[in-house]
Every structure is written in C-alpha cells, then in structure tokens.
C-alpha cells in the first residue's frame, strides 16, 4: 500500500456522545452526530493533526497546519461547526514558515491567533483575528523590543493582551487594535513575580494578578486593575497573616464592583495547606479567610476508604487537643465559575514523579503528598530524574 493510500483513509473524527438509559437495560453510549475530515497527501504536503477550540454557543474551530513543500508559506486550515457539527464556513490563512502558534484565544466572536517566530527570542508578535460569524480575517503586527516569553494571552474589544517574563521578571505588552500601538502596562516592578492571571470583562477593563514576595519575605498577592485603555486604576496588596503565604489566586469581579479572590495558601515553597478566599471592596479594603484542608468535606474522597478514615480520625484528634494537621499539595487553580448565587473554584492536586532510568534494581520513588522523599529500595545510589507529574484529584 503507498503512503499516498494509506493516509487517504485516515481521518479526523469529532463524536457528540450521549448516555441513553433505557428501561430494564444499562446505560448505552448512542453516536448522535459526527464529521470526517479527510487526511491526505496534497499539494502543501502532509498537514498537522487537527487541534480545536470552543466557542461557548457558537460551537467550534478545527485548525491544523498543512506545509508548503515548494513555498516560503505554510497554510492554516480552519472549519467553524456549529453546535450540531454542520460546517458553516471553511477558510485557509497563509503563515511564514519561521511562525509558530504561540497561543490561540475566543473572546467576543473572535478566534485569535497568536504568532511568534520560533527561532528567535525576541522579535515581534503576529496577530490573525478571525470573525466567527464569516470567516473574515484581519493581521496585525506587533512591534516587540524586548525579548521575553510569552505565557498568557487574553483579548478585550479594544486590545489584545500578551503575559509573559523578561529575566524572570514579569510584565505584560499592550496592543490596541484602534491605534495599532503596543506598550508595556505601567505599575509592574523590577522583581521576581509570578503572573497568576490576565482577566477580562465585557467594558473592555482589565485585572492582572501577580504573586510575588512583600518586604518581609513572604508571597502576598498584587491586584492591578485597569481601564479599557491599558490605565492602571489602582493597586490592591492582599497580604498573608502572620505565618502563611498566598501562593496563587485567581479573581471575578462582582457586580457591584467589588472582587473575590481565592486560591491557595501554604507556609513554605510551593506546598499548600489549604484554600484561602478574599473579598475586596471598590477602596481596595480586604479580608481573607483560610480553609485548612483538613476541614474540607470530601477533599480525601480520591482516595481508599480505609486510609481515609485513618486520615480522618487523625484529624479529628488534633482538634481535639487544638492542633491542625499539616498537608502538604502542590495545586493547581482555574477559573472561579458562577453558578446561580454562588462561585465555584476549580483545582488540581497533583505532585512530581521521578524514577532511576539507568538502574532496573532500583525500584520508582515519587514524591506523594504530606511525604518526604522516600526511596523504596532503601539506597540513595543511581541517578534520579524528574519523570512528569502525577494528578490525584
């Protein structure tokens, strides 16, 4: 069989399944819709695999990268679904070869894409701005000076809005689709931070969020708010009690103007112990609340019933005697979701695997949560690499 022939009968599937529960029978997975999309060999040569992205109501994008073989250009395949997978447009965009996607982002029915040359640090940023609803685009150029690494990507009706570092410092670059100009946000400063979050909302206004340590040495959370314009508004310093460190946050703006902030909270390095909440008033006025994760209900649900209530029952008896036990996890925040009257804040614990790949006598040793480095064959001999991440719950 050619290679021509063989690709020919692969294809990109997207399924929409859904459970069906019949009476007096179990529960069947029933196919309902789907789209083929044929790979193959053509004139550009073999393209990427498809990649999507939602967009809420609008159903989704499916792009993928096919290379010009004889050209300086690769091309950008798209295809807009609808909720029900039926194409309602389809449309190619030229990219020089040296891009690379750097971020892709939806926002106010626009798909924009972000590029970056992949062979130099520096250099500018390229734009596609794409509207959903035709298929149109336009492509902006971003002038760049400085080389740092971008890592967030956010977009408003007025700008977009690129995140990143410079010498482990962070900053984040400024560019208004009206004047087609760029710069830097003021009110960041020159020492090491984190950025926890780029957040946007519907007038245009802008939340940045940057984790970085207070006079004293300890992490405290930096709330920038800005205009539509790239103003800074003001800045709100949330600081830790006496003993703890705000590790990371994430905000939402309610309705009144005021903020929450939650995320996580530890006493050294990047361990958490538990989840702190923040409410903070338009005068930038806050209180903070801490959450031990042992006086969370269902946090230890992931793991077996019997070590679950042993864990429980040491809890229990340190409160008994006005002791908290310490957990240690490394966590993951996303987005605070509305739900109704309330919020709900999303996670991921997770922790660091390593193993000895050069010595089959030695045995995996990982890093668990709440534990010190163990290693499970009782010698520290061999070399020990970082093996990826292990997620718990």
């Not at 990109?12 to 999309?37: D, H, K, Y």
């Not at 073999?46 to 073989?69: C, M, Q, S, T, W």
Request: with cysteine; glycine share 8%; net charge positive.
């Amino acid at each position: 069989m050619s290679t021509g022939s063989a690709w020919s009968r692969v294809f990109f599937l997207i399924n929409v399944l859904f459970l069906s529960i019949l009476p007096g029978a179990q529960a069947q997975i029933l196919q309902t819709e789907r789209i083929e999309v044929p790979i193959s060999e053509n004139e550009f040569g073999i393209a990427e695999k498809f990649k999507a992205i939602g967009l809420e109501d609008n159903g989704l994008i499916v792009y993928r990268r096919i290379p010009g073989l004889a050209s300086s250009e690769d091309q950008l395949e798209m295809i807009k679904l609808d909720t029900a997978l039926k194409a309602d447009w389809k449309g190619y965009i030229s990219v020089p070869k040296n891009l690379k996607i750097a971020h892709v982002q939806y926002s106010n029915n626009l798909f924009c894409i972000l590029f970056k040359d992949q062979y130099l640090l520096g250099g500018d940023f390229h734009i596609v701005v794409v509207r959903v609803s035709n298929g149109k685009s336009t492509a902006y150029t971003i002038k760049n000076l400085i080389p740092f690494n971008s890592t967030e990507f956010v977009i408003t009706p007025q700008a977009a809005l690129i995140g990143g570092y410079f010498n482990y410092r962070p900053l984040v670059l400024y560019f208004s689709f009206t004047t087609q100009t760029s710069k830097i946000l003021p009110g960041f400063f020159n020492e090491l931070g984190e950025l926890n979050q780029l957040k946007t909302y519907p007038d245009g206004s802008l939340d940045v969020i940057v984790c970085a340590k207070n006079p004293e040495k300890r992490k405290s959370l930096w709330i920038k708010n800005y205009d539509s314009q790239g103003e800074l508004i003001k800045t709100t310093i949330l600081e830790p009690q006496q003993g703890k460190q705000l590790l990371f946050g994430r905000s939402v703006k309610l309705a009144n103007g005021d903020q929450i902030v939650a995320g996580v909270y530890g006493r050294f390095g990047d361990y958490s112990r538990g989840i702190f909440l923040a409410g903070v008033s338009q005068a930038g006025e806050y209180a903070i609340r801490y959450y031990n994760f042992g006086d969370l209900h269902n946090f230890f649900s992931y793991m077996k019933l019997r070590k679950q209530k042993r864990i429980k029952n040491k809890v229990e008896r340190r409160n008994e005697h006005g002791r908290k036990v310490k957990f240690n996890y490394r966590f993951l925040i996303h987005d605070l979701i509305p739900y109704e009257d309330q919020y709900i804040m999303t996670g991921e614990a997770f922790y660091p695997h390593y193993t000895y790949p050069n010595n089959s006598f030695y045995r995996t040793r990982s890093f668990y949560p709440s534990t010190s480095f163990t290693n499970m064959a009782g010698s520290s001999r061999g070399d020990l690499v970082f093996d990826g991440y292990q997620y718990t719950h």
